[in-house]
């Protein structure tokens, strides 16, 4: 069964619809800072690593809304 390909994700900077990529995490980078700071930098390690920040493919900024598109404000209570 093939899955729809929706790696898309709206990209503000570039006001469109954009495939996006992960930034790569330096284990090495973090390892070093948790050890120079005597563990206090583990936290931070820990974020990075669970929630690793998706980069837009066409001007590599961030893109922290994971909705593809914008979703009208209505909220309705189920009654
Ligand atoms: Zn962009």
Redesign the pocket.
């Known amino acids: 069964m093939a899955t729809a390909n929706s790696n898309l994700v709206h990209?503000?900077?570039?006001a469109?619809d954009?495939e996006y990529h992960y930034d790569p995490l330096n284990h090495w980078k973090h390892l070093l800072f948790s050890v120079c700071s005597l563990g206090l930098w583990l936290p931070f390690w820990l974020f990075a690593t669970l929630s690793p920040s998706k980069l837009?493919?066409?001007?590599?900024?961030p893109?922290w809304s994971t909705d593809v598109a914008p979703s009208p404000p209505s909220r309705r209570k189920p009654s």
């Open positions: 990209c503000d900077h570039c469109k954009v837009c493919n066409q001007c590599g900024n893109l």
